[in-house]
């Protein structure tokens, strides 16, 4: 069974940067497919990036493009998510998400959620 826990989420001030880890466990993440997706309050849980098992193939939400990265470390079983140029509309709790080999832009095709972590953008 595969675990998740991502960190490195806080509060910046708009036009910052932030970078979140997610750190795997129970298994290797380069069998799987990785994603990001955030959930402001009172909305639905929506889909940020996601990255093939290589690192290889990378897809960004249209809100995030030019400004987020995903990137992976099979070695060291992370998954990170650079954002630059951050917004207050960027303001949610970020979640880890795994999937066995091919990757997807639906909450409902992964398999392995982490608990989240807090980004905060203020004006």
């Known amino acids: 069974q595969v675990q998740l826990v991502e960190s490195g989420g806080g509060l910046v001030q708009a036009g910052g940067s932030l970078r979140l880890s997610c750190v795997a466990s129970?298994?290797?993440?380069?069998?799987?497919?990785m994603a990001w997706f955030r959930q402001a309050p009172g909305k639905e849980r929506e889909f940020v990036g996601t990255t093939s098992r290589s690192g290889g193939f990378t897809r960004y939400a249209d809100s995030v493009k030019g400004r987020f990265i995903i990137s992976r470390d099979n070695a060291e079983n992370t998954v990170y998510l650079q954002m630059n140029s951050l917004k207050p509309e960027d303001t949610a709790v970020y979640y880890c998400?795994?999937?066995?080999?091919?990757?997807?832009?639906?909450?409902?095709?992964?398999?392995?959620w982490g608990q989240g972590t807090q980004v905060t953008v203020s004006s």
């Open positions: 998400a795994g999937r066995y080999i091919t990757t997807g832009t639906r909450a409902d095709e992964y398999t392995y």
């Open positions: 129970g298994g290797t993440i380069s069998n799987y497919a």
